[in-house]
């Protein structure tokens, strides 16, 4: 079945510092949705990306899409402590329907 | 207010009860979704359902039930056959069975302890 992979699992940054998280999925897919799970909360929907190749920015945050649909990125510049939180990349099932598939998230914490 | 409502947010219970925890949605949505979420790991899929009287397993649906009587309302029963039931549980729901794919949107989750 359709695997979505994301690293690094964890990743510390002092703040200030910029922060990358990496998604890739067996499979191409249609289009990509990433979260944000504050520690102790529940997953915010942040963006969502359908073209090839495409670029979204949401202030300090850079969403990209691979030209072959089945990577992304998360780039966050100059990291602020409520940056905190888990981020999660996921993608819609093989099997059609509205069910996505999450990859594991990237915990990030930001030393002030 | 429009939400998703997930009640009770701790829940404790023996091991051998079964246990249903509660997900109810005011926004009209039609697709409904359960995930357990262990600590430090991602979301894995458990029952979901893209229209009432209809649902379909996730990954790991061994050890639960479901039921979609109503289109605001979508119960998760945690059984007595449900190996290892303490997570953190949570419930969302989407505009449309897809595509186009919209994003979901999920309850503030229920953390279930069985000892």
């Known amino acids: 079945g359709q695997q979505v992979m994301q690293i690094p699992q964890y990743q510390h940054v002092q703040e200030g510092e910029d922060f990358t998280t990496y998604c890739n999925s067996s499979?191409?897919?249609?289009?990509i949705q990433w979260y944000k799970q504050r520690p102790g909360g529940h997953p915010v929907f942040l963006i969502q990306?359908?073209?090839?190749?495409e670029v979204k920015k949401q202030k300090r945050l850079t969403f990209q899409f691979g030209e072959a649909k089945k990577n992304s990125s998360l780039h966050i510049t100059a990291t602020q402590t409520t940056d905190v939180g888990t981020y999660f990349c996921?993608?819609?099932?093989?099997?059609?329907?509205?069910?996505?598939?999450f990859g594991e998230g990237t915990q990030l914490t930001v030393n002030p | 207010d429009g939400g998703i409502t997930q009640s009770p947010k701790y829940l404790f219970r023996k091991e051998g009860q079964n246990v249903t925890l509660s997900c109810e949605q005011n926004?009209?949505?039609?697709?409904m979704y359960w995930y357990r979420q262990d600590p430090g790991q991602g979301l894995r899929l458990i029952y979901y359902?893209?229209?009432?009287?209809?649902?379909q397993k996730g990954d790991i649906a061994e050890g639960y039930s479901v039921s979609r009587e109503k289109k605001e309302s979508f119960p998760l029963t945690v059984t007595s056959a449900q190996k290892n039931p303490t997570a953190f549980y949570l419930c969302?729901?989407?505009?449309?069975?897809?595509?186009?794919?919209?994003?979901?949107?999920f309850g503030p989750g229920t953390r279930l302890t069985v000892t």
């Open positions: 926004l009209n949505h039609d697709a």
């Open positions: 969302a729901s989407s505009l449309s069975r897809g595509p186009p794919f919209y994003e979901q949107y």
């Open positions: 499979t191409t897919l249609s289009n």
């Open positions: 990306l359908v073209k090839s190749g």
């Open positions: 359902s893209q229209i009432v009287n209809d649902f």
């Open positions: 996921a993608g819609p099932g093989e099997t059609s329907g509205s069910r996505l598939t």
